[in-house]
T-cell receptor, first 113, second 111 residues
Framework: SAVISQKPSRDICQRGTSLTIQCQVD?????MFWYRQQPGQSLTLIAT?????????ESGFVIDKFPISRPNLTFSTLTVSNMSPEDSSIYLC??????????FGPGTRLTVT | QKEVEQDPGPLSVPEGAIVSLNCTYS??????FMWYRQYSRKGPELLMY????GNKEDGRFTAQVDKSSKYISLFIRDSQPSDSATYLC???????????FGKGITLSVRP
């Protein structure tokens, strides 16, 4: 398995500001993902962040809004830019170890006022 | 038709009951099947995974896959209050493809 930590665990931010979420993994992994989970909803993939390449964004998500860094095999950041109340959600970091095993961090609970 | 449909909840059962959680899917290309458990205010936890049709057992949990009918089920025997959580089914088409999740069903096991 993989142990994943995220910072911050929660935050309350003002409209128009940006927040950077950090994800740290206890082992080196190639495939890392960022998801969003809105209240009462399932998980939606924002982007795939593989080390050594540009992040790949899913339909509906753009780099200007959700820039991602992946400087090495154990760390990634997701920034939520120019936030609006619609960005209030739980943001989850995830890593894939093999074809079957994909693990998630504890999540960052974001509230935008 | 949505790619993944999960039985709506919430579901409430008495302690010791056998629980059956079900998902159906429309994409016949799905080859990998997973169940995740998510406790309140926590990240999803990988519970079970399988590739082939049939049953896979792990302690009190059994994952069942029927590719011909396009459904998967998770059975929980001798359910415990600690099993109270949201259960999400997940699928993907290939080893490196993205996971597609069901909406999740919230289970409550009453002592």
């Amino acid at each position: 398995s993989a142990v994943i930590s995220q910072k911050p665990s929660r935050d309350i931010c003002q409209r128009g500001t940006s927040l950077t979420i950090q994800c740290q993994v206890d082992s080196q992994v190639t495939m890392m993902f960022w998801y969003r989970q809105q209240p009462g909803q399932s998980l939606t993939l924002i982007a795939t962040a593989n080390q050594g390449s540009e992040a790949t964004y899913e339909s509906g998500f753009v780099i200007d809004k959700f820039p991602i860094s992946r400087p090495n095999l154990t760390f990634s950041t997701l920034t939520v830019s120019n936030m609006s109340p619609e960005d209030s959600s739980i943001y989850l970091c995830s890593v894939r170890l093999n074809a079957y095993e994909q693990y998630f961090g504890p999540g960052t609970r974001l509230t935008v006022t | 038709q949505k790619e993944v449909e999960q039985d709506p909840g919430p579901l409430s059962v008495p302690e010791g009951a056998i629980v059956s959680l079900n998902c159906t899917y429309s994409n016949s290309a799905f080859q990998y099947f997973m169940w995740y458990r998510q406790y309140s205010r926590k990240g999803p936890e990988l519970l079970m995974y399988t590739y082939s049709s049939g049953n896979k057992e792990d302690g009190r949990f059994t994952a069942q896959v029927d590719k011909s009918s396009k459904y998967i089920s998770l059975f929980i025997r001798d359910s415990q209050p600690s099993d109270s959580a949201t259960y999400l089914c997940a699928y993907k088409t290939g080893a490196n493809s993205k996971l597609t999740f069901g909406k999740g069903i919230t289970l409550s096991v009453r002592p």
